[in-house]
């Protein structure tokens, strides 16, 4: 059985801000709960590769990720697609950083799935759902705070004295 789990968070930076920070895979461990991030290579377009290790300490998993598509929008936004290539997490994800106005975007993080495990899968998943919908809006919510703060300091650098 396949899953979709779409969130999405309004930021009040640039879409290139938001872009720059989100693609920044390493730093994903900054916002993204219990998951820090190695690229396989620059992991910055199409074919690209990196991976994610889920868990605490050493109990977890590994998610070995493919970019299956890469766009950047003239606003400095883009859209990354990727294939998860891993045992435990397999199917595709997006995330998406789309200008609202100069200073304000959306980050959409989208991600499809295949359930393991057939009916039992589908229950737990049920079950684990809002869970999981709860932590990843505790972990965008982390990403927007850092994205604006950043953008503030970058604002306040750039004034002219």
Sequence with gaps: MR?????????EASARAVWDYVT??????????????????AADDVG???RAWT???????WDPMTITAWERTG???????????????KGEGEFAAV?????????????????????????????????VERVLDRGLDRMRRLVEEQAKISTRTSEPS
Excluded: K, N
Aim: proline share 7%; charged share 25%; net charge neutral.
């Design 48 to 50: 690209g590769r990196f």
């Design 99 to 131: 200008a609202r106005g100069p200073q304000a975007s959306r980050f959409v993080w989208a991600e499809v799935v295949d359930l393991p495990l057939g009916g039992v899968g589908a229950v737990g998943w049920r079950l684990a759902r809002p869970v």
């Design 3 to 11: 899953v979709r789990l779409q969130r999405e968070v309004d930021v």
């Design 55 to 61: 868990g605490l300490g050493p109990v977890g998993f």
């Design 75 to 89: 606003d400095g936004g883009g859209r990354c697609e990727v294939l998860h290539l891993g045992t435990v997490v």
């Design 24 to 41: 920044d895979w390493p730093r994903q461990e900054e916002w993204v709960p219990l998951t820090r991030v190695e690229r396989l290579d």
